[in-house]
Each structure stands twice: as C-alpha cells, then as structure tokens.
C-alpha cells in the first residue's frame, strides 16, 4: 500500500472514494496461461460536485478503472465507496437503487444506442425500468431532449437518422434521466469532429451547473483534461503515477511520464513556446510482462538503479499533490530529462 494515496490528500466531501483497487486477469498465450495485471493499486477520491480526470494512453487502465467505479466487474481486491457505502456489500435491492444514482457515457454513441428503438424510447428506457417515469412518457422524453438541446421532433427517429454529435446527445439525455449524481464519461468526444467536441463539452458543463453533477472524465487528450477538471490521475500501466489538483499537474508535472505527455501535447496557441520535448526510450511494455521496480523505468529518461529495483510509492510533492517517482521532490527533474534525452 503506498504511504500516500490520492484518497488521502483530496479536498471537500467525497462521493466516491476507491481503495487499492487492483484487477487481474487470467490470459492465455502461447506459453500457457498468463496474469495480466489491468488496474494496480488504484486509490482516488473524488469530490461532489467537481469533475475527476483520468489520463493516459491507450491501454493503461483507464476504462478498466471506470468498469469497477461502476461495478461491472468486480476488483480482484480493493473497495469502492458511494457516499459512504461499500458498493460490493450491496443486496441486489440497494444495488438496484445505486444503479440509478451513478451513470455512464460511452465512446461511442451508436454502439451504446439499440438501433431498433426511437429516440423517445432510448431516453426514457432507464424510467420504465426503475419504474420512475410518469404517465405521460412522450413528454418526459420532449423535456430531456430540450435539456441536452435537441429538439422534440426527433423523438420519433432511430438513431441511424441522428449526426454522431446528436447520438452522442441522446446518449447524455439517457444518462440524466434518473437525475444521477455521478456520471463517468469514457471519452465522450473522442469519436466526434472537434467543432462537434466543444459543444458535447459546452453541454456538458452546463448539464453540471444546473443539475449538480459530479463527473469521472476519462480522455487521453490532455487539452480537454486541463479545461474540464479539478484533479486529475495520470495511469501508465495500470498504475496512478501522479495525482492532484489540474492546475498544479500541468503547471508541475512531478513525474517523469506526465512530462512525457504534456512535452508531447499540441500547442493550442500560435506563437506560444512549447515545452522541451522529452522522448521516452523504447516501446510500452506489455502488461503480461510488468517491468520490476518502477513501471516506467525501461522508458524514463532519468531512470536509475532504485528505479529498476524499487516500486516507488505515492509521495506528495506539494499540498494535494502525489507522484510515484524516487525523484518526484528534484526541482529540476524536468531538465534533467531533457540534458539526458
């Protein structure tokens, strides 16, 4: 267990608090069966009312993570709590009932939506279910497209007659039906054309002030990260390398890899000076095969012998902020990599 956790140094009230969630599969090779280690020891805090990032590439634990956020799958170890409760230790009542206080949005909207069912329908399937909708379904599914600005004329369309910001639209008014307190957005917009982005993204914000959402936003692009949230976990391989308040992660940047990222990242503004690049040695291992010590250390540029040999733990950095590097307190970490790289 590291000896700071995120869990630990987040502010305000939680409603959702993970604990060492790890998850593990069985795979099979040609070498015979194999661990794959998805999630290692995730622990994350996230306060009502405020939007929680995760970040990193493809394939480092992100959607996993947000899979046991929302129990569906089950950690090998470790817990979750909403508001105070241990989600595993819920009857299939009480999980019934906490199903409608936390939602999803998905990547891809048009594998998310039954081809088969009306917008109308889509929208007010999640009421019928839990039994929440009232007499008048039709106008209960005019109000939510009005909510996420559609308008009620497409009620009666299939969602092959939608534009994939529209779909991805009716897929948030789906989400808000219950009047959730928690969503997790798995890279909501990463499907859509960047001017269709800033309006899923300018809807989503507005959704959050007027309903007083707390939301997981999951994305591997960093401009988005820096816009929308309060915290943010970087994941390189299943681990949390560095976490803390959104402002503090990109302005200093403790650990090595989220350096990795923020050099890498496009420059929105003309003229503006980018960062020194800092370019990782090699390829992403495999999590089949865990590097030992440091998950980073085959690619780090700064990499030393205690990085080989010893996982580092969780160290806060600065008030609320933690990374899990040996040299997450050197000042100038960030020079060092580029003098070596």
């Not at 009421?127 to 497209?145: Q, T």
């Not at 040999?309 to 990599?337: I, K, M, S, Y």
Request: glycine share 6%.
């Amino acid at each position: 267990m590291s000896a700071t956790t995120p869990t630990d140094v987040a502010d305000g009230e939680p409603i959702l608090i993970a604990r060492n969630l790890v998850k593990r599969y069985r795979v099979r090779t040609t070498r015979g069966n194999k661990e794959l280690t998805a999630v290692n020891d995730v622990s994350m805090s996230i306060t009502r009312g405020s939007t929680y990032g995760i970040v990193g590439e493809s394939g480092c634990g992100k959607s996993t993570t947000a899979k046991l956020l929302l129990h569906l799958e089950k950690p090998t170890s470790g817990s979750v709590e909403f508001e105070g409760v241990e989600i595993s230790s819920l009857t299939p009542k009480a999980m019934r009932r906490m199903r409608q206080d936390i939602q999803v949005v998905f990547q891809d909207p048009f594998a998310s939506l039954n081809p088969r069912m009306t917008i109308g329908a889509l929208i007010t399937e999640p009421l019928r279910v839990h039994r929440r909708g009232g007499p008048d379904m039709a106008a209960e599914a005019d109000r939510l497209l009005e909510l996420v600005g559609l308008p009620t004329s497409m009620r009666d369309r299939y969602p092959r007659q939608l534009s994939g910001g529209q779909r991805q639209r009716v897929a948030i008014a789906r989400a808000i039906a219950l009047r959730p307190k928690l969503i997790i957005c798995d890279e909501p917009v990463s499907a859509l054309d960047v001017s269709v982005q800033a309006q899923i993204i300018n809807l989503l914000t507005r959704l959050q002030g007027e309903l007083g959402l707390t939301y997981v936003f999951i994305s591997h692009d960093l401009s988005l990260v820096r816009h929308l949230t309060d915290r943010v976990a970087v994941m390189y391989l299943g681990d949390v390398v560095e976490e803390g308040p959104t402002a503090d992660v990109f302005a200093d940047p403790r650990h090595p890899y989220t350096q990795v990222l923020l050099s890498a990242a496009p420059i929105p503004v003309p003229h503006s000076q980018r960062p020194d690049r800092i370019r990782p040695e090699g390829e992403i291992p495999s999590p089949l095969s865990r590097p030992t010590g440091c998950p980073f250390h085959p690619r780090c540029p700064i990499a030393q012998d205690i990085c080989r040999d010893v996982v580092p733990e969780l160290r806060e950095a600065r008030d609320g902020h933690v990374a899990a590097c040996h040299f997450a307190d050197t000042a100038d970490v960030r020079a060092q990599a580029v003098a070596r790289g």
